[in-house]
């Protein structure tokens, strides 16, 4: 259904968590390829610290991945020495489920009691200034799939979630995309650090030519199937939000370029990538925590 799990449901599955876990995180981290989302070695999810795992399929009323390779589980630790919560694996709505049910997670982590949310994803280069395993960090986003009225608040409010109608305009907290160049710059990496406007369609099929040209017309510098409806839910319920997506191939925006996306190859960058942004992610963390701690 689109009426989604009650408040009361949601806050069962967050005390079954509570109840497991010794420190309440503040920041909780959505991992997409690349993160740890596809395989585990060597992904940021491996690297937390006093890891406490909870697979998916363990979590009362918690749907279950199916993407082949997603493993589904909940890692709770420290990334320098901070509490945090990543979801190794997500929830698409090409899956079969609805929006409601992919967000789901991102409210138990806010009953959990996270103020922050982290979102990565991996997406086609839509701007012709990306290349192949830059980073995106994102602005601003288009929600295509709620053109339509598709959209994970669809259905009854429940007001201690949200308002009936959320602001979107500051979706994308404007200092911790300062923060997130500032360590760009540290780290050496601000000449494949872009930022940039993201949509997600629905797949599970990638785009045509001709739905990349009109994308990018409307000034769409990334596509992916993911993210929006997390960060629409995550706003919802006054999470701050930063959000950022692993380029894993230039869309093919002409009718004569041979190459076609495909997921083996999303993968794939995702291996190149996944030390430098386990690095971002890492120091986001760190500096989020601080900037949050003196406001
Ligand atoms: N052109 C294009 N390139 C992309 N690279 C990654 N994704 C995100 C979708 N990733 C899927 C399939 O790999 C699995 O989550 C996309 C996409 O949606 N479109």
Not at 43 to 64: G, M, W
Not at 107 to 135: C, E, F, H, Q, S
Request: charged share 20%; proline share 4%.
């Amino acid at each position: 259904t689109s009426k989604g799990y009650s408040y009361e449901t949601l806050l069962e599955i967050a005390n079954f968590l509570i109840s497991r876990v010794s420190d309440t995180p503040r920041i909780g981290i959505i991992c997409g390829s690349g993160m740890g989302s596809y395989w585990k070695e060597g992904s940021l999810a491996e690297t937390i610290s006093d890891a406490v795992k909870i697979s998916y399929e363990d979590i009362p009323n918690f749907p279950v991945s199916t993407v082949e390779g997603h493993h589904g589980q909940l890692v709770f630790g420290k990334i320098c020495g901070i509490p945090v919560v990543a979801m190794q694996g997500r929830f698409h709505y090409f899956e079969g489920y609805p929006l409601w049910k992919c967000c789901l997670p991102v409210r138990v982590m806010k009953l959990i009691g996270i103020k922050t949310l982290i979102v990565t994803n991996a997406a086609g280069g839509l701007n012709p200034n990306y290349k192949v395993g830059d980073i995106m960090i994102v602005k601003d986003h288009i929600n295509m799939m709620g053109f339509s009225g598709n959209n994970p608040l669809h259905g009854p409010n429940d007001e201690r979630f949200g308002p009936r109608f959320p602001p979107m305009s500051k979706a994308y907290n404007f200092e911790y995309r300062k923060i997130a160049k500032e360590i760009a710059k540290e780290l050496n990496i601000d000449d494949i650090v872009r930022e940039g406007v993201y949509t997600c369609l629905g797949g599970p099929n990638f785009e045509t030519v001709a739905e990349l040209n009109m994308l990018k017309m409307v000034g769409v510098d990334s596509v992916g199937m993911s993210t929006v409806h997390e960060v629409i839910t995550a706003r919802h319920c006054d999470l701050k939000v930063f959000a950022l997506s692993l380029i894993t191939n230039e869309c093919v925006t002409s009718y004569d370029i041979i190459g076609e996306a495909n997921h083996e190859e999303v993968l794939d960058v995702g291996r190149m990538r996944q030390d430098v942004l386990r690095q971002f992610v890492s120091k986001l963390v760190e500096r989020i925590t601080q900037l949050d701690a003196n406001s």
